[in-house]
Structure formats: structure tokens, C-alpha cells
């Protein structure tokens, strides 16, 4: 399984560096999951603003769950809901759950 992330990953930084906004998302993904690379929040948060810069719905929500839960940033409730609405304006189902469970905790 390692071998075939660590391929996926040489084809994902090929395409994310030509400004591919969905392999930048997998990256950011490959990162918060330690898929093939050391699990590292703020690398996923940097490939993750980087697809997001793009209006990549799904990043946007990422990055809402990151402020949300404080994993490579410092836990920012307002920076996370104007993130999960940023996805939900985009059509990311998800951010709507999201942005429900932070409503019900502030």
C-alpha cells in the first residue's frame, strides 16, 4: 500500500504544481491521513488552502474541520465557520453537517 501512495503522490505533485486544484486537495488529503507520507496537519493545511484558492468546495470544508478542531492550527471557531460557508456556498454537502455540529457547541 505504501508504494502505490507513495506513486500516487509523484503524480499528484506533478499535477498540483501545475496548479491542478483536485491533486492539491489529494495532497492535502494524503497529509492529514498519513497516506504514504508522515501524517503532517499543517502540510495538509497548506495544500488544502492551495485548492481552496481555487474554490475547491471539499478543501474549503477541510479546512474548516482543521480551525475546527484545532489539528495544525489553533482551534478558531469563526475562522472555521467562515471556511465550512465558503463550502457550502461551493455545493460541499458535508460543510453543512459541519457547520451544524460547530452551531450546536458555541
Known amino acids: ?31 492529514f491521513g498519513g497516506l504514504g507520507v508522515p501524517q503532517d496537519y ?4 497548506e495544500w488544502y488552502l492551495k485548492a481552496a484558492e481555487q474554490r475547491n468546495a471539499d478543501a474549503q470544508n477541510n479546512i474548516g474541520s482543521l480551525y475546527h478542531q484545532g489539528l495544525g492550527v489553533p482551534k478558531d471557531y ?5 471556511w465550512y460557508q465558503k463550502a ?3 455545493g460541499c454537502e458535508s460543510a453543512k453537517k459541519n457547520l451544524n455540529l ?5
Not at 3 to 11: F, L, P, R
Not at 42 to 45: E, L, T
Open 1 to 31: 500500500w505504501y508504494m502505490i501512495a507513495a506513486k500516487a503522490m509523484e503524480w499528484y505533485l506533478k499535477a498540483a504544481n501545475q496548479g491542478v486544484a483536485a491533486a492539491q486537495f489529494n495532497i492535502g488529503h494524503f497529509y
Open 88 to 90: 457550502i456556498e461551493g
Open 78 to 82: 469563526e475562522k472555521a465557520k467562515m
Open 42 to 45: 499543517q502540510k495538509a493545511m
Open 102 to 106: 460547530l452551531q450546536q457547541i458555541t
